[in-house]
């Protein structure tokens, strides 16, 4: 059985798909932009959009009585792979020393000029 995860506390959807899927004891939460959840708006820097992309996930993983150290993989998408240090250690701070597996890929765009994407799956 699946169930659909949803919260105010991050921004909802820009398209088909929902914030999380929680199956299996396993959530799979959906890439994050850098969006402000207050505002609905995306900050102009990349440091900024990748702290709000984790906050959301986060925000996602607990509403599905997940966290941070319950993530077992992460995809990170960048607009630009310079943008990688700057990203990696704001990343970094979010999981302490226990960190998950991970892929970090650059794109060719993102959805709405967004800078960076973070999704992952948790185990629930």
């Known amino acids: 059985m699946k169930e659909i995860i949803a919260t105010k506390s991050a921004p909802g959807a820009v398209g088909p798909y929902v914030q999380a899927i929680k199956a299996n004891g396993m959530v799979y939460c959906s890439g994050q932009l ?8 995306m900050p102009a820097t990349v440091e900024e959009q990748a702290h709000f ?10 509403e599905a009585g997940s966290g941070y150290g319950n993530v ?8 630009d792979m310079n943008d990688f240090a700057k990203v990696n250690e704001i990343y970094k701070s979010y999981f302490g ?8 890929v650059q794109v060719a765009k993102l959805p709405l000029g967004g ?5 992952c799956i948790a185990i629930a």
């Open 34 to 41: 850098g969006i402000d959840p207050t505002t609905g708006k």
């Open 97 to 104: 020393t226990d960190f998950p597996a991970r892929s970090c």
């Open 115 to 119: 800078l960076v994407e973070v999704e």
């Open 53 to 62: 992309s984790m906050k959301n996930l986060g925000a996602i993983l607990t």
């Open 72 to 79: 077992v993989k992460t995809t990170i998408f960048l607009a």
